[in-house]
């Protein structure tokens, strides 16, 4: 079954589900590049089972609309809350794959966890570059200079692009109709707003996952503190430098009253960890960048950027 949600910003996202409209609930995220075509087989398997999956194409893929704004993962989770609100959902799993797992960060840290019953992240590092002192980072694009390589292409050479990054991301044999569809799907998309959503994705830390990870360690996980080739110890020193003490975001200090609240007035949101404030005074704190209301969505005060061929996103 097709439906249509029109996003706050009159962006329209195109979406199927199947299953029954009283089971629970799966929502499946694409990743950069993408679209809710990859999880066809995966829908129908688990509609079957009884489940109600719920696929759509993000932004500036597949078929639904490419506007001129948004290029940024907020946006995208923005989106996905319209989506949940239209089709009236609650005690979803979360299923988000390369970029989608992003997604799904990002609309945790703006509008927090309780219509999440479960989240499911696959292929999806917090940072994509890799740094001094992060090794974990995407292998294909991982800083300003791959970056800009990747920007290059999708604005150049989108075909070419749309191939290369059919060999790079697959790693078992696909039948040849599998593989047209892939790179066909791709084709749907516009390169130079890839390229823009890119960057947001690409070099900016998810410091709700951070959060996650450095402030619970699993029971029975032991983790060296000098290892720095483990990503928990690498993750941990980043968020030393990344992350404000409790109640100190953007400079608050702890008597001053904090608001986290997302942009459109949504419920408080307490980060685990002590990450901060997500917002004061109407203004955003995404991954460290101020956000601001623009044409009634989320978007970052300074922008742009690109990436590099690779299973990127």
Not at 109 to 120: M, N, P, R, T, Y
Not at 233 to 253: F, I, K, N, V
Request: aromatic share 6%; net charge neutral.
């Amino acid at each position: 079954e097709e439906f249509r949600v029109r996003c706050n910003d009159g962006t329209m996202l195109y979406g199927r589900e199947c299953g029954p409209k009283h089971g629970r609930t799966i929502v499946l995220l694409h990743g950069w590049s993408g679209s809710m075509e990859y999880f066809k087989e995966n829908a129908a398997s688990l509609g079957q089972k009884g489940l109600r999956v719920v696929r759509y194409d993000h932004r500036f893929h597949g078929r639904s609309d490419k506007p001129d704004h948004g290029m940024h993962v907020a946006r995208l989770a923005a989106d996905l809350r319209d989506v949940m609100q239209q089709l009236d959902l609650s005690d979803v799993t979360l299923v988000g794959t390369s970029m989608g797992a992003a997604v799904i960060w990002s609309y945790i840290e703006l509008f927090g966890s309780d219509k999440i019953s479960k989240a499911v992240v696959v292929d999806q590092a917090p940072l994509q570059n890799k740094l001094d002192d992060w090794s974990f980072g995407s292998k294909g694009c991982y800083d300003e200079k791959t970056l800009k390589n990747l920007q290059n292409e999708l604005a150049n050479n989108f075909s070419a692009f749309a191939q290369g990054n059919y060999d790079c991301c697959v790693s078992i044999p696909l039948s040849e109709d599998l593989k047209k569809l892939v790179i066909d799907e791709t084709l749907l998309c516009s390169g130079p707003q890839l390229g823009r959503l890119m960057a947001d994705h690409t070099q900016v830390p998810d410091l709700v996952m951070l959060t996650l990870l450095t402030s619970y360690t699993p029971a029975g996980l032991a983790v060296p503190a000098a290892n720095h080739r483990d990503p928990l110890s690498q993750l941990r020193r980043r968020q030393q430098r990344l992350l404000p003490a409790r109640g100190d975001a953007q400079g608050g200090g702890a008597d001053e009253e904090l608001q986290d609240r997302d942009v459109q007035g949504g419920e408080p949101l307490a980060l685990p960890g002590g990450a901060g404030e997500i917002q004061r005074a109407g203004v955003v704190v995404r991954h460290g960048r101020r956000m601001e209301r623009v044409r009634g969505g989320l978007e970052p005060l300074r922008g742009g950027g690109g990436e590099q061929r690779s299973c990127n996103g």
